[in-house]
C-alpha cells in the first residue's frame, strides 16, 4: 500500500466556520507534511512532523492547527480562515524527514467563501 | 522552468520525441535536488533525485543532470508518451535549513500525438 489518502477532497466552509482536514497512510513512514498550493504555484510547504512530533512550522498563522494523533493520522484544524486560505491542501508522508521521495496525496480543494 | 504570475511556462513535445525541462536554483548548499510531476487533479509524484556531488544520474526513461557551476538542473525524457503530460517540478532538500523539501518553479509539458 503506497497511498497517502485525504479527506475531503473538496470543502466549502465560511469564514467562521471551523473544520478539519484529515491525511492517513499506512506505509510506516515516520515523516508527514501539510502543503498548500495554489493554482499554477508549487506546493509551499506548512508543516513538518517527524516521529510524531511537530519538526517545522513554516510560520503559518494559527488559525491552521495542525495534529498528529499517531504514527499514521495527520489533521489540520482550519478556524477562522480568509479567502486568500483557497487552495489545495495537500498531505504528504516519507520514511523519515528529509527523505527525497515524499508520497502525496490527492489534496482538499478547499474554498472559503 | 520558473513559474512567473500565473503563467507556467509550457512545452510541447511530440509523442516520441524527448524532452528537456529545466530548472535554475540558487541555493548552493543543496544536498539533493529532486525532479516531481504532478498529473491534473492528483498530487506531486517522486520521478528521480540526484545529490549535489553527483553530475548525472539516470533512471527509467528520465536522466536528470546537475550543473552546478551554473546552477541548472534538467530533466531528459526519453520517447516521450501521453502518459508524461503533466506539471513538472524541481525541489530541493537541504540539511542544514531542517532537512525539509522546497519546490521551486513548475514546468508544463503538454505531448501531441
Known amino acids: 500500500d503506497t497511498e497517502v489518502t485525504q479527506t475531503p477532497k473538496h470543502l466549502v466552509m465560511g469564514m467562521t466556520n471551523k473544520k478539519s482536514l484529515k491525511c492517513e497512510q499506512h506505509?510506516?513512514?515516520?515523516?508527514m507534511y501539510w502543503y498548500k498550493q495554489k493554482a499554477k504555484k508549487p506546493p509551499e510547504l506548512m508543516f513538518v512532523?517527524?516521529?510524531?512530533?511537530?519538526?517545522i512550522n513554516e510560520s503559518v498563522p494559527s488559525r491552521f492547527s495542525p495534529e498528529c494523533p499517531n504514527s499514521s493520522l495527520l489533521n489540520l484544524h482550519l478556524h477562522a480562515l480568509q479567502p486568500e486560505d483557497s487552495a489545495l491542501y495537500l498531505c504528504?508522508?516519507?520514511?523519515?524527514?528529509?527523505?527525497?521521495?515524499?508520497?502525496f496525496g490527492q489534496g482538499t480543494r478547499l474554498t472559503v467563501v | 522552468g520558473e513559474s512567473v504570475g500565473l503563467h507556467l511556462p509550457t512545452l510541447s513535445v511530440q509523442e516520441g520525441d524527448n524532452s528537456i525541462i529545466n530548472c535554475a536554483y540558487s541555493?548552493?548548499?543543496?544536498?539533493?535536488f529532486i525532479w516531481y510531476k504532478q498529473e491534473s487533479g492528483k498530487g506531486p509524484q517522486f520521478i528521480i533525485d540526484?545529490?549535489?556531488?553527483?553530475d548525472k544520474r539516470q533512471g527509467q526513461r528520465v536522466t536528470v543532470l546537475l550543473n552546478k557551476t551554473v546552477k541548472h538542473l534538467s530533466l531528459q525524457i526519453a520517447a516521450t508518451q501521453p502518459g508524461d503530460s503533466a506539471v513538472y517540478f524541481c525541489?530541493?532538500?537541504?540539511?542544514?535549513?531542517?532537512?525539509?523539501?522546497?519546490f521551486g518553479g513548475g514546468t508544463r509539458v503538454l505531448v501531441k500525438p
Open positions: 506505509m510506516g513512514h515516520r515523516a
Open positions: 525541489a530541493e532538500n537541504i540539511r542544514a535549513a531542517g532537512n525539509k523539501l522546497t
Open positions: 540526484i545529490r549535489s556531488n553527483m
Open positions: 504528504a508522508s516519507s520514511q523519515d524527514q528529509g527523505n527525497t521521495e515524499a508520497f
Open positions: 541555493n548552493s548548499a543543496s544536498d539533493y
Open positions: 512532523y517527524s516521529y510524531e512530533k511537530l519538526s
